[in-house]
């Protein structure tokens, strides 16, 4: 293991430091250390460096040695930017593991994990920080300029800022003004998280005294009688509630805010802005001694008990089973022994409810770090883990690059979920397996939670590679919910299906509105129509970059490739024919919602996907307005199928099962049950039963009768027969080669090559080259290897290490000019 601790120097001897330079270069540079540095220099340390004829990065050192490199120069380091490490060498390893899993460079690596303001280069764009009050009379002389400069000119790179103050490097004056919170990086000014205020209504404590109150009532009820309407209502609700909202006391006396606002100028009622959790938990829940169910702390001591034989444990409860309070209770025991906890979450956005939720139980040593946060903030998150100032970090998968001191404990909650794997750039890394060695590195433990465990992770729980837990019933009794499946070939038939809609779904939803509950809608599809055709000529419009069609997208009333971003116009004349019979195929979110709106004119409807959440909180309001009644109906993609917990929602629509089931994929059964269970998991969470209805034209496909009868068991075994005939995981490990060129022919020869020299090593566990589904994106055409490895009897490192040398000697070759090679281990 690296050594942390600086060396000393006595003599003034020349040293050398080989550096993590954040580039997909294949090995680390040396660069030589200036004598008056020798005693500053730290492995972990960031330097500014030059590579190349002018550019300036910050490195990270990685070792330190006294030996010069051969076959160059060195060049000087010029600059050490910390008085500690920033980087400890727990995080080197673990860089080093992933680059060598993963087959990137570290330098991918440090790229991925380091936040943007450790690792300014001089292309780096640097803009003020417009929610600080700069007091410009404590500024230096050149922090002043650069202020100065920034007002004139909102954006500058690090290269203009040298030149404005004719210095080579300003990396350290930048790095004072990070800290003073005066600048940030320009890509990095997104949305932020925003904890939820509520405004609470109390009544003055002089009214307690029946007397006074006695005396008042009929003095409003002269001169305001809406207010005493108000007071009446708010008496009403304080027998059965402890806390009540502004919100909900209108909604109960029907007076309007304005009878409220004069109440609280009068001084008769109390208003307070208070943070809230987004869950309805129960008082006796909210409170850190909640009782858990007698299945929970068997549960719990099951897991207390596995873990002293395993490392990992895999924790398979139903939807809504409590397994939170599971994760909270073991959190506890942890931070008990003054270790860290890291709590991962599939996707931070739609799970902020959580961290309210952990924040009542652990105060401020909880730390929250995802991408939604500006990079000053990340910075903060990043010195405040190195510090041991937080003791449990909840994130999404980027959190597993902090530098923990000493891991006790990982969660990985909804470990199933695809979004734990990164797709593009490298390292294409799945934080939940990463997760798995970092625990290891600190002697610590992962507990892995869900409702459809990943057929890897139940495999190795079957075989008694992990640990295994259990929780069959639902928190506090409630049913799961009640399945129905309507085929949609036959109500077509019998003409009952208005627009998308069965007669079934359409029933429920009209009951659901009488009740005044809440409906969430499920369609896997964004846009308006995915595809827009003529009905003479077949004509479809296609993206001019990537091989797919465009959808049409009704709110920007273009056509948009949903690959590179690309957008035109919708025609109204087919521009092969001349035809103006242009019509549009199938329906996504925005159709949905158009036409539902048609049929529903009363209902309050809104949609959640990619398109309506980009905004800034955009995604925070809708999650808000649905907890406070202001939405009937939601519909959404895949995104409502995360963790959302409402307690109105009783019923689900399904709007296509087909979609999901039909996807050319050997996951498709998997994901399609994971997807149908998890959405149906939202319905009912708390005190009734919820319903839902599934659409489909084949209502006897095998996956939809297991999601009926809730069977995961009976899917995994059929899916794994499957699998082990036709070579897949869990059984067999995969490497995909993604080649890409500009020319297609070109292309062809290069994919040939390489599987060829690919097939002198392996044999028949090369298959391929093939073209994928998608042949071209961002006008690079795309040809795929796919290499599979039995789990015994081959060694994976050495298969890595001569995949390696394959594709280091093509590149090698002229064959290879304008080639990207993408390997992607263990793909999604």
Not at 4 to 27: G, M, N, Q, Y
Not at 98 to 106: G, T, V
Not at 242 to 248: D, F
Not at 568 to 586: F, M, N, R, V, W
Request: with cysteine.
């Amino acid at each position: 293991m690296l050594e942390f601790a600086e060396i000393e120097h006595t003599d003034r001897k020349t040293l050398f430091a080989e550096v993590i330079l954040p580039l997909a270069i294949s090995k680390n540079y040396t660069y030589r250390v200036p004598y008056e540095q020798n005693d500053a220099i730290a492995i972990g340390k960031r330097v500014v460096v030059q590579f190349g004829k002018s550019k300036l990065y910050t490195a990270i050192v990685k070792e330190i040695t006294s030996l010069a490199p051969e076959k160059y120069e060195a060049k000087y380091i010029i600059e050490i930017l910390d008085d500690r490490s920033v980087v400890t060498p727990h995080q080197l390893h673990f860089w080093q593991w992933l680059a060598d899993y993963y087959m990137c460079n570290i330098g991918e690596v440090m790229n991925a994990a380091l936040p943007a303001a450790l690792k300014l280069a001089s292309e780096t764009r640097i803009v003020l920080n417009k929610e600080y009050d700069i007091d410009r009379s404590t500024l230096h002389d050149k922090e002043f300029l650069i202020v100065e400069a920034l007002d004139i000119q909102p954006e500058l790179t690090v290269s203009d800022i040298a030149k404005l103050l004719g210095q080579k490097t300003v990396m350290p004056i930048l790095k004072l003004m990070f800290e003073k919170n005066i600048i940030h990086i320009s890509e990095e000014v997104s949305e932020r998280y925003k904890p939820r205020k509520r405004t609470f209504i109390t009544l003055n404590p002089v009214y307690n005294d029946p007397e006074n109150l006695r005396e008042l009532f009929p003095i409003l009820e002269k001169r305001a009688p809406k207010q005493a309407d108000a007071l009446l209502a708010y008496i009403k609700l304080a027998r059965h509630q402890k806390a009540i909202t502004k919100n909900e006391l209108i909604e109960e006396s029907g007076a309007g805010e304005s009878s409220i606002k004069s109440l609280i100028e009068k001084d008769i009622l109390f208003a307070e802005e208070k943070n809230v959790s987004r869950l309805h938990f129960e008082e006796e829940e909210l409170n850190s001694n909640f009782e858990l169910s007698e299945q929970q702390t068997e549960v719990l001591q099951s897991v207390r008990d596995q873990f002293k034989e395993k490392d990992v444990v895999l924790l398979h409860g139903v939807t809504s089973s409590g397994k939170t309070q599971i994760y909270i209770r073991l959190i506890e025991e942890m931070m008990r022994n003054d270790r860290q906890v890291l709590y991962l979450l599939p996707e931070i956005a739609l799970t902020t409810h959580i961290i309210e939720r952990l924040r009542l139980y652990f105060g401020a040593d909880i730390g929250v770090y995802h991408s939604r946060f500006n990079d000053n903030e990340r910075v903060e998150v990043w010195q405040k883990v190195l510090n041991n100032d937080y003791k449990v970090i909840l994130g999404a998968r980027s959190s597993v690059f902090l530098p923990f001191n000493d891991l006790g404990l990982i969660v990985v909650d909804e470990e199933h979920e695809t979004s734990y794997k990164q797709f593009d750039p490298a390292p294409r890394y799945n934080a939940r397996d990463a997760a798995i060695f970092l625990a290891n590195m600190h002697q610590g433990k992962v507990l892995l939670g869900s409702a459809t465990p990943s057929f890897e992770s139940y495999f190795n729980a079957r075989n008694g590679k992990y640990g295994f837990a259990e929780l069959t019933e639902r928190y506090g009794g409630v049913l799961l919910p009640e399945v129905e499946v309507v085929n949609i070939s036959h109500e077509t038939k019998q003409k009952t299906i208005q627009s998308h809609f069965t007669s079934v779904l359409m029933e429920g939803i009209k009951q659901a509105l009488v009740n005044k509950e809440q409906v969430i809608l499920f369609q896997n599809r964004r846009g308006y129509a995915p595809v827009l055709m003529c009905k003479i000529c077949a004509y479809t419009p296609k993206c001019i970059n990537c091989d797919v069609s465009l959808t049409y997208h009704k709110s920007s009333g273009k056509l948009h490739c949903h690959y590179c971003g690309y957008k035109e116009d919708s025609p109204s004349i087919c521009p092969a024919c001349g035809s103006t019979h242009l019509e549009y195929k199938g329906f996504g979110t925005e159709k949905i919602e158009d036409e539902l709106s048609l049929l529903l004119p009363d209902a309050r409807i809104t949609r959640m996907d990619l398109d309506t959440t980009r905004s800034r909180n955009s995604l925070q309001t809708i999650l808000n307005n649905l907890e406070e009644k202001k939405i009937d109906i939601l519909v959404g993609t895949q995104m409502v199928a995360k963790g959302l917990d409402f307690s109105d929602v009783t019923l689900i629509g399904i709007i296509n099962a087909d979609s999901l089931l039909k996807f050319p994929d050997y996951r498709a059964n998997e994901r399609s049950f994971q997807m149908l269970a998890q959405v149906s998991g939202r319905a009912g969470r708390r005190g009734k039963q919820g319903k839902v209805v599934i659409q489909t034209y084949d209502p006897n496909h095998r996956v939809i009768k297991q999601v009926i009868a809730n069977d995961y068991n009976d899917l995994y075994f059929t899916e794994m027969e499957e699998r082990k005939s036709f070579k897949y995981p869990p059984f067999y490990r995969i490497i995909n080669l993604d080649i890409k060129h500009k020319d297609p022919e070109i292309l062809y020869n290069q994919a040939n090559y390489l599987g060829n020299e690919l097939r002198k090593h392996f044999g028949e566990r090369v298959i391929g080259p093939e073209t994928p589904l998608i042949s071209r994106i961002r006008n690079f055409y795309i040809k795929s290897i796919m290499l599979k490895f039995e789990k015994d009897g081959i060694s994976i490192v050495k298969a890595k290490a001569i995949l390696r040398d394959v594709i280091v000697q093509f590149q090698t070759t002229k064959l290879s000019k304008g080639s990207i090679i993408q390997p992607d281990v263990d793909p999604y």
